[in-house]
């Protein structure tokens, strides 16, 4: 009898059943579908209605101004707002994919709203050409619209995501002087080229507009004009309804798949697709339900319709009632037809007989034995597409009676009972009345659960998404934040510190939160009080302190930066403070914290060094000061112009002797002023020389060089000048001046030089000055001077002379010295023998 009871309210077209499911009794009162604009989101989305200005409708005890309202699908008031808009008419509003309301005017405006009725910012239009012409009709589809001007032209916004409308190919010479009879949509998804596709019920015929192209389709069996057209969901299908009171259905090539004519030529005022298997027709009070079959099943109303496509049927919006009308799942309609013999259908009946305590149920068990698992899935899946939730549980219990009689060798999932059970106990929470989302359970797959519980945190319905959240086992972190963040926008009156007590009690239960975006959300809420209290809670320090700083807490995030020990966070915070406060209080600031400070300071040695000067000098800091002057005089010097007698190195010269006078101020760094002040003596010394020689050679080279230099120009008198300011040593003077006067080879005032007294640092240099120079002849004048006579032989046998070089080794009498002589000889066979006589002459004598 159970079965008669269920499928006695289905009805039969072709040898396919359908069934028309009462979801809700309406909760709204005084509304009249006839007299507003509708626009109902699928996957038992809002419901927003706003009275329709194109029509003369009476007033009752409402007010002239018009209200958008927004209700859920069961007719519970979500929220509402007055419509102010300027433009015109409105002449269509959509929900897209992410419940964003979308509403179209006359010139062409898109204004956008939340599912809470607030107005998103910023508002578009479909372009000057839109506003020109006005708009006339428009088509959605997930998200995006296609246009139509009164001047025929086509504008498309192809993802309301990112806006950016565009204008299709011009149907215009196509369509003579009439608008189109009917318009309609290929999804870019399912088109080849990516982009939508138009269809326009043009005179006798349709033609297709993309982009770039208008097409007239070629076709016999076409029927026109059409008065309807309405593309399936897999976008493969189209249904077109033709003057004659023909429904056609063809593929996408317009190939005739099956027609139906219908008892009236009128054109339906909607259409639309019921699945994949049939289309519903509905015109005044008659809903027709049109499918291969040459009879249709029929619905007659007393009150208005809209029709809202699902992916597996049709939802039916009344005054009063909405209704869901589906094809029979194949699994309900093997149990519940009238008649049926099958596996599940003995099973449930099994059941009844258990329950009954009858001995028929194990008879039907042992008829089923061997089809069990079908039967079970049978069971489990016909209860997913059950609304009663008493019908669900009997269908569970029978899948669960039919599973313990499994054998041991079934390969049944047993888990897909409690797999059921979860999901079914999801739909039930949101079908309810008060939350209004009434999911059936391909909907429910196709929406996904991430998806819904999202839905479910913008509608506000923060205490069942937590809960659905932690059931299904996701990240509640999501709804716990949108839910502070929405009790901060609704709690004005409540104060701070009571608040943040409210907040961190619901905050806790999601380890790893972040407590800084909640902050932010205070602080841009106008309670940066709350945003301070609520930060100190964030364990992440590169989220803490960005937002301290947008709140105004620099010494704060000052703090935190530095305990973190991130240069990155540093740096950040410093550049915030420095571009914000004064320098002295900056300075304050950084002073007492040693990390910050370094971090300035290293920053600052490269970048900034004015700034970095005036923070030394406010700490006391003045041989810090010194260093980056005489650094300065370094970097100074690289400029090519100040070497050359510019105005440039007088201030380099400045530099250095103010580093001296600092340096002078601290007893600690006597050598540095000792060499800042003869720096700077040297290079005004310097300085003077180029300008009277005219040679930019002497800047920047030591004193040594200077002096060599002088020497190699003939100016001797400024090479004594700069021993005796230097306090240059003898033995340093005779050095360089030797190699001087070898170097320009003026050999005259060498040997001069030589006589004027004994040198100090005898005359070994000027042998190897000679020598350096090639110039033996030279070097012979001063080799008998040397003293020892190992220098002497050596000498020798570097300009050649074996035979003096043997009598001065004989001398020294030193066996190892005439050994290195001889190697030095190893090509000249005379000098050789040589030196081994005289080392036989010392071996004999007993000299080593």
Avoid at 288 to 294: A, F, M, Q
Avoid at 299 to 325: H, K, M
Avoid at 341 to 367: G, I, Y
Wanted: charged share 25%; with cysteine.
């Amino acid at each position: 009898m159970a079965n008669v009871s269920v499928a006695a309210e289905w009805q039969l077209l072709s040898n396919r059943f359908y069934r028309k499911l009462e979801i809700y009794q309406m909760r709204w009162k005084h509304v009249d579908l006839s007299r507003n604009k509708v626009a109902c989101a699928p996957f038992g989305g809002p419901i927003a209605i706003i009275r329709d200005d194109s029509k003369i409708v009476q007033l009752y005890s409402e007010s002239a101004l018009r209200k958008l309202r927004i209700f859920n699908s069961a007719g519970v008031l979500i929220s509402e707002t007055i419509w102010k808009h300027p433009g015109g008419r409105l002449i269509g509003m959509s929900w897209t994919d992410d419940q964003t309301l979308i509403c179209i005017v006359q010139d062409g405006t898109i204004y956008r709203y939340n599912i809470n009725a607030e107005c998103l910012e910023p508002n578009y239009s479909m372009g000057k050409e839109c506003f020109e012409q006005n708009v006339v009709d428009c088509v959605f589809w997930g998200n995006g619209v296609v246009c139509l001007t009164e001047a025929g032209k086509l504008f498309c916004v192809a993802d309301f995501k990112d806006i950016k409308p565009y204008k299709l190919a011009d149907p215009i010479i196509r369509m003579e002087e009439e608008l189109p009879h009917c318009m309609a949509v290929i999804e870019p998804q399912y088109t080849v080229s990516g982009n939508v596709v138009v269809l326009l019920g043009v005179g006798d015929g349709i033609v297709t507009v993309d982009d770039d192209d208008v097409r007239q389709v070629e076709s016999d069996d076409l029927r026109g004009p059409v008065q309807k057209l309405a593309v399936s969901h897999n976008g493969r299908i189209l249904a077109r309804f033709t003057h004659d009171g023909y429904l056609v259905m063809s593929n996408m090539q317009f190939d005739t798949i099956f027609e139906y004519q219908c008892e009236s030529g009128l054109p339906p005022e909607q259409m639309a697709w019921c699945g994949l298997d049939s289309v519903l027709l509905y015109r005044d009070d008659m809903l027709l339900v049109v499918g291969p079959s040459e009879y249709c099943i029929s619905y007659i109303y007393d009150e208005p319709v809209i029709l809202i496509p699902e992916c597996d049927g049709v939802r039916i919006l009344s005054n009063t009632t909405l209704e869901f009308l589906q094809r029979v799942p194949d699994s309900t309609e093997s149990i519940f037809k009238i008649g049926s013999t099958s596996p599940a259908s003995l099973l449930v009946d099994a059941l009844d007989h258990f329950d009954r305590r009858s001995a028929k149920a194990d008879e039907n068990l042992r008829l089923i034995r061997t089809s069990l698992p079908e039967a079970v899935e049978a069971c489990v899946d016909a209860a997913g597409h059950e609304f009663d939730v008493s019908r669900q549980r009997t269908l569970l219990r029978a899948a669960s009676y039919g599973q313990a009689f499994f054998g041991f060798g079934s390969n049944f999932q047993r888990d897909c009972i409690q797999e059921m059970c979860k999901t079914l106990r999801v739909l039930n929470a949101v079908r309810d009345f008060v939350i209004g989302v009434p999911l059936s359970i391909q909907q429910y797959k196709s929406l996904t659960a991430p998806v819904l519980i999202g839905r479910l945190i913008n509608a506000h319905q923060h205490l069942l998404a937590l809960r659905l959240s932690e059931y299904l086992g996701m990240n509640q972190e999501v709804v716990i934040m949108h839910w502070a963040c929405s009790k901060i926008t609704a709690s004005l009156a409540i104060p701070d510190a009571t608040l943040l007590e409210i907040l961190l009690d619901k905050l806790k239960i999601c380890k790893g939160i972040s407590y800084a975006a909640v902050a932010a959300h205070a602080d841009k809420s106008g309670r940066r009080k709350l945003a301070a209290m609520l930060v100190e809670y964030e364990s992440r320090s590169s989220k803490q302190i960005p937002l301290l700083l947008s709140i105004g807490e620099e010494d704060t995030a000052l703090t935190k930066a530095t305990e973190s020990g991130d240069p990155d966070l540093v740096y950040l915070v410093l550049f915030h403070i420095w571009l914000k406060r004064p320098a002295l209080e900056f300075f304050g600031t950084i002073q007492a914290r040693s990390f910050a400070r370094d971090l300035f300071i290293t920053y600052a040695r490269s970048y900034k060094h004015e700034f970095l000067k005036d923070f030394f000098l406010s700490t006391g800091q003045l041989q810090d000061v010194a260093f980056l002057l005489w650094k300065e005089s370094w970097e100074l010097g690289k400029n090519p112009m100040a070497s050359k007698g510019s105005p440039l190195h007088g201030p380099r010269i400045k530099l250095i002797e103010k580093a001296q006078n600092l340096f002078s101020e601290t007893k600690e760094h006597t050598f540095e002023s000792k060499a800042a002040e003869e720096h700077a003596k040297l290079l005004r010394i310097q300085h003077e020389l180029e300008v009277s020689t005219k040679q930019a050679i002497f800047v920047d080279s030591s004193i040594s060089d200077t002096i060599r230099t002088c020497i190699v120009l003939g100016n001797h008198r400024a090479a004594m000048k700069v021993k005796t300011e230097f306090k240059v040593s003898e033995k340093r003077w005779y050095w360089l001046k030797v190699f001087a006067l070898a170097t320009i080879r003026d050999w005259d005032a060498l040997e001069k030089f030589s006589k004027e007294k004994r040198p100090p640092i005898g005359y070994r240099p000027f042998v190897e000055a000679c020598i350096d120079a090639d110039e033996k002849g030279e070097a012979l004048k001063y080799i008998p001077k040397l003293g020892d006579p190992r220098e002497r032989a050596e000498a020798y046998a570097r300009i050649g002379m074996a035979k003096e070089a043997a009598d001065a080794a004989s001398q020294a009498k030193d066996g190892e010295l005439l050994g290195r002589l001889k190697l030095s000889f190893a090509q000249n066979t005379a000098a050789s023998s040589i030196f081994d006589t005289l080392r036989d002459r010392l071996s004999f004598q007993g000299v080593s």
